[in-house]
């Protein structure tokens, strides 16, 4: 069986594959991670997602790098993580009351081959006060999230309806995944 690496230090990427019994190491990319303004989402998550894998991919050649990057995309903008508070709070307004769009781009790197692909699913927000912002970024939770919210945490109190994966919020289609790591040359271990 092949060497599997997550080229991600999110402690959410981490969850998804253990909970999966997966045996892997974890290898963060450094890399550039800007685009170019007016670039689709999907080709700015599998991009990104391409640039880490095959990052961590060229220093361990014999390995299956995972690569994944998550964005909110609402009104024709990009959201990334908030830089401060007021950016979060900013974010959640932008977000409250409405639908946006959370994009997840995965790339399985190999010696031999490049898979990129992503998943969309569509996030409806409950109508948010102001207290209830506040209260959340009080929790601290939105500062190393895309679009200033995790739905895995206290930020499920904030989705009134998802439409498509639960899994891409939270950073990775896990059943896409797994069968793009089989057709990669990955075997299961169980």
Not at 19 to 44: H, R, V, W, Y
Not at 64 to 79: H, P
Not at 149 to 157: N, P
Request: zero cysteines.
């Amino acid at each position: 069986m092949q060497h599997l690496i997550l080229a991600s230090s999110s402690p959410r990427r981490k969850e998804l594959l253990e909970n999966l019994q997966l045996i892997f190491d974890i290898s963060s990319s450094e890399t550039d991670e800007s685009f170019l303004p007016g670039t689709a989402p999907e080709e700015i998550v599998m991009d990104l997602a391409a640039r880490k894998a095959t990052d961590v991919a060229e220093k361990h050649r014999d390995s299956i790098v995972i690569g994944a990057d998550t964005i909110v995309f609402a009104n024709n903008q990009v959201l990334g993580k908030p830089k401060d508070k007021i950016e979060a709070v900013k974010m959640l307004k932008m977000l409250s009351g409405n639908t946006h769009s959370v994009y997840t781009g995965v790339a399985i790197v190999t010696a031999d081959t490049t898979v990129r692909f992503y998943e969309k699913t569509d996030v409806t927000f409950w109508d948010l006060n102001d207290s209830e912002i506040q209260a959340y970024i009080n929790s601290g939770e939105p500062f190393d999230k895309a679009g200033a919210y995790g739905i895995q945490g206290f930020g499920s109190m904030l989705v009134k309806r998802i439409s498509g994966d639960y899994f891409t919020v939270v950073g990775l289609p896990v059943s896409k995944t797994i069968r793009e790591l089989q057709k990669a040359g990955f075997v299961l271990p169980y």
